[in-house]
T-cell receptor, first 114, second 111 residues
């Protein structure tokens, strides 16, 4: 069964803590993306990766970090430098790194800062 | 910068009627457009896409229309059903490695 998985579904963080959100895909896609979604708003791009061991900042990268050591995995770390981290985080992948192709989304992780 | 926007943030439609969701874009270089459906608490699901060399594309109960002259994209859903209730996003690609998403339209089906 091919697809994208994200874990955990819900995550609670105390202020000052770093947390890492998992994203795994078994679609053999080259490109992977992380988005942030706030209530009633669209998706904003945090980071993306077109190939293993390479990634680029999106529109709102400050306070976040990523790694792409394996093709199937693209974890996102929300650092303590992110001042307003409470949001719904979505991971996506695409067979084409060019941007002009469908992105497949995972189920999301809802992060709440206590 | 360029942006993708939607004319209406909410749309209420009677069950069985057709729904039309609109999207305006401002980048004439955009060559790929895509519609997603997002149900509450879930990730977006692909509905249909279209490239700039086309002006219409049909799927199952859905049609996307692209008017490059006025930079307008629309999603038509035929015979709307309760399961169509969701937020619908359009997104565009203008030759870079990213999709740029609009803010979304919430579609509510009236029984």
């Amino acid at each position: 069964d091919g697809g994208i998985t994200q874990s955990p579904k819900y995550l609670f963080r105390k202020e000052g803590q770093n947390v890492t959100l998992s994203c795994e895909q078994n679609l053999n896609h080259d490109a992977m993306y992380w988005y942030r979604q706030d209530p009633g708003q669209g998706l904003r791009l945090i980071y993306y990766s077109q190939i293993v061991n390479d990634f680029q900042k999106g529109d709102i990268a400050e306070g976040y970090s990523v790694s792409r050591e394996k093709k199937e995995s693209f974890p996102l770390t929300v650092t303590s430098a992110q001042k307003n981290p409470t949001a719904f985080y979505l991971c996506a992948s695409s067979i084409s790194p060019s941007g002009g192709a469908e992105q497949f989304f995972g189920p999301g992780t809802r992060l709440t800062v206590l | 910068g360029e942006s993708v926007g939607l004319h209406l943030p909410t749309l209420s439609v009677q069950e069985g009627d057709n729904s039309i969701i609109n999207c305006a874009y401002s980048n004439s270089a955009s060559d790929y457009f895509i519609w997603y459906k997002q149900e509450s608490g879930k990730g977006p699901q692909f509905i249909i896409d279209i490239r700039s060399n086309m002006d219409k594309r049909q799927g199952q109960r859905v049609t996307v229309l692209l008017n490059k002259t006025v930079k307008h994209l629309s999603l038509q859903i035929a015979a709307t059903q309760p399961g169509d209730s969701a937020v619908y996003f359009c997104a565009e690609n203008f030759g870079n490695e990213k999709l740029t998403f609009g803010t979304g339209t919430r579609l509510t089906i009236i029984p």
